[in-house]
């Protein structure tokens, strides 16, 4: 089993739709991520988590929301889904120790596709 | 602000090799380098933090210019393997990281 599952791994919708996307982690890292992924753009950071009770915008947070259920799980949301909201998301998460110098390394989930209609 | 890559795309043949270029406008803590393959989730490369110190895969050799803001990937000769989309993250506060556009590399036998 992944270290890192992403469910739905696809999923096709409407505009003005509901969409929660669900990452668990077995890792047992504090710190986790939600990316978003387009062709030519790059992963571009949408909200991230350092524990539990922490919960921060990333550079394209507009139109999305988190919910950090436990250590292991984090969702993402889109209230109302719109066409340019398709996209590959990827949750992540970071093994950060304190004193290393760095963020540390990034564990990726497979990807959920998103298409929104 | 997105680090700048360069070059946007590589290819090459089996055993050649190729550098990849990564540039911040900011000042930065550290450098982190991801391989995407088509239709998978990147995955970790190397680490490079200010004072010189790296963590990563033995065989990827790469530099970081901490005064430049800038990292260079070197991939010396180069595998099918090796083919893929780089892309250099930065790290110049909260903990988090700024990917670059990427650079697709195809190295064809």
């Known amino acids: 089993d992944a270290d890192v599952t992403q469910t739905p791994r696809n999923r096709i919708t409407k505009t003005g739709k509901r969409i929660m996307l669900e990452c668990s982690q077995t890792k047992g890292h504090d710190r986790m991520y939600w990316y978003r992924q387009d062709p030519g753009l790059g992963l571009r950071l949408i909200y991230y988590?350092?524990?539990?009770?922490?919960?921060n915008k990333g550079e394209i947070s507009d139109g999305y929301s988190v919910s950090r259920q436990a250590q292991a799980k984090f969702s993402l949301s889109l209230e109302s889904a719109i066409p340019n909201q398709t996209a590959l998301y990827f949750c992540a998460t970071s093994d950060f120790e304190p004193g290393q110098g760095s963020s540390g390394e990034l564990f990726f989930g497979e990807g959920s596709r998103l298409t929104v209609l | 602000q997105q680090p700048v890559q360069s070059p946007q795309a590589v290819i090459l043949r089996e055993g050649e090799d190729a550098v990849i270029n990564c540039s911040s406008s900011k000042a930065l803590y550290s450098v982190h380098w991801y391989r995407q393959k088509h239709g998978e989730a990147p995955v970790f490369l190397m680490i490079l933090l200010k004072g010189g110190e790296q963590k990563g895969h033995e065989k990827i050799s790469a530099s970081f210019n901490e005064k430049k803001q800038q990292s260079s990937l070197y991939l010396t000769a180069s595998q099918l393997s090796y083919s893929g989309t780089y892309f250099c993250?930065?790290?110049?506060?909260?903990?988090?990281?700024?990917f670059g556009k990427g650079t697709m590399l195809l190295v064809s036998p």
């Open positions: 988590s350092f524990d539990v009770k922490d919960i």
């Open positions: 993250g930065t790290e110049s506060g909260y903990s988090t990281l700024t």
